[in-house]
């Protein structure tokens, strides 16, 4: 390999910097260089791809980027599971035993029942647990439908009466009893 002297006045300057590629003049003078294969020639001098696929590999990129930053979103959105507290004790015994281990059980729809274990620790009393949203909403809304009844009733109209658990029980027996009737055609 053959190195170029370092030019000396701006003459040299001038005709040492050529333009890239250098031209034949050089390469006939110059006993380094050899000339490209045909094929790495044309490798070079290949067209640019059609504007149909730049603008289909841009759009990729686009989708792409979009792509990373809904996923990206969508995994930030994911919650943390339900823990249900599970007792197994009654309230005469509220002290678990020493060697009574805490049972953790992974349920379906990220959630977690815990066994043996309770929220604020040994002791502590039910009413003294900090509750959680939906109880709270579910408490404000017995609490709204309760002063919508009280209202009505001080305007003298209909008060929505709530049923009991012991009442709904009852009208699905009466059902069931109406259809194993039907069904054996005493009706």
């Keep these: 390999m053959s190195y170029q002297p370092i030019p000396q006045t701006d003459d040299d300057r001038r005709a040492s910097s050529s333009s890239f590629p250098p031209s034949h003049a050089q390469h006939e003078t110059d ?24 603008i289909l590999l841009v759009l990729a990129l686009l989708f792409m980027a979009w792509f990373s930053v809904w996923l990206g979103r969508k995994g930030m959105e994911e919650q943390k599971p339900t823990i249900i507290y599970a007792s197994r004790y009654s309230d005469e015994h509220k002290y678990r035993p020493a060697a009574s281990p805490v049972i953790t059980e992974y349920l379906s729809g990220n959630r977690i029942r815990l066994r043996g274990a309770s929220i604020g620790g040994v002791g502590i009393a039910e009413e003294d647990i900090p509750l959680t949203p939906k109880q709270i909403e579910a408490r404000d809304k017995k609490r709204r439908e309760e002063a919508k009844n009280k209202a009505r009733e001080k305007m003298g ?5 709530r049923k009991t658990l012991k009442e709904k029980k009852e009208e699905e027996m009466v059902k069931v009893r109406e259809l194993e009737r039907k069904i054996k055609g005493e009706v």
């Design 31 to 54: 006993p380094s260089y050899r000339p490209l294969r045909r094929s790495v020639q044309e490798e070079f001098n290949r067209p640019p791809p059609s504007w149909w696929k730049r």
């Design 157 to 161: 109209l209909r008060v929505k009466k």
